[in-house]
């Protein structure tokens, strides 16, 4: 894209840019008023997902909106389509279609990104409705294709950073990656402590010290850390530590070494793989396709 994404550090900058965008035909868009049976399916500190239908077609689109885009965050918007575009080509990745305009109260057109729409919603959501009939095969399958999945974007150089099973979404029965971080950074600019304690299962525990937070947040193995908490949550049917308060506490207590309990019944093979994510130190964790290779021998 022409526009270069350096240039791009405030709201006028971004509407530059995406109508440049648009004009050039390198990003679709999409008429509002073209979606009809407009349904909101989620929301956050970020802003909402809304489900809607598109003009005579009866396929569905997710149309993602934000309640505060401003100058800190419209940077990691425009990254963030970048990001999509670069990898849009995997099967377990959200497809990006484009965006779409809206008017708020007062008359201040808002840019929406415009998705692939999971029928399943967040992988969380889909375990809790489906585990009791998952059968260890699909379990792996879910576990493999989530693996494969980052280790796409890995080889691609880029790091999710945000890895969580409401971040990771299920389309009939296919792993969909989404967000790649960015309703988490725009969060952590509206100072959204519960949305950072909530995450607390899932993050580093390196980047709990402030003076590596940096460092762990760009750094592959973080990631690789997430996924070990997912491959546990997948084998589990449920939330990392649920029940217990997301506070400082849990924090402290996962940098001392606190970690889920491995399911009985789990293979052997795969607990030594998704613990061998979360260790302590991530020079000890593997790559993730390292990882990739040990789900194939496996199982």
Known sequence: MSYNTELVSNLNDWNKWIEEAISKKLIKYYEYDQFYNIQEIGSGGFGKVCRANWKNS???????????????????LV???????????????????????????NQIKEY?????????????????????????????????????A??????EGIVHRDLHSNNVLVHQNTIKLADFGLSKRIEETSNSH???FGLIPYTDPKSFNSSTTELY???????????????????SGQPPFQGRPHDVGLALGILQGLRETPIPNTSIDYIKIYTDCWNIEPDNRPTINQVVDELKQDF
Request: aromatic share 14%; proline share 0%.
């Open 58 to 76: 009866h396929k569905r689109y997710a149309i993602k909106s934000f309640f505060n885009i401003n100058d800190a965050t419209v940077k990691a």
């Open 79 to 105: 990254r963030e389509i970048q990001l999509q575009r670069e990898v849009d080509f995997h099967d377990n990745v959200i497809h990006f279609y484009g965006v779409t305009t809206s008017f708020k109260e």
């Open 112 to 148: 929406s990104l415009v998705l692939e729409y999971a029928e399943n919603g967040t992988l969380r959501k889909y375990l809790k409705e489906n585990f009791e009939n998952l059968t260890w095969d699909k379990k792996y399958n879910l576990a493999f294709q989530l693996v494969y």
């Open 150 to 155: 980052v280790s796409c974007l890995h080889d």
């Open 194 to 196: 519960s949305r950072t």
């Open 217 to 235: 947040l760009l750094n592959k193995k973080s990631d690789v850390y997430s996924i070990g908490v997912l491959l546990w949550e997948i084998s």
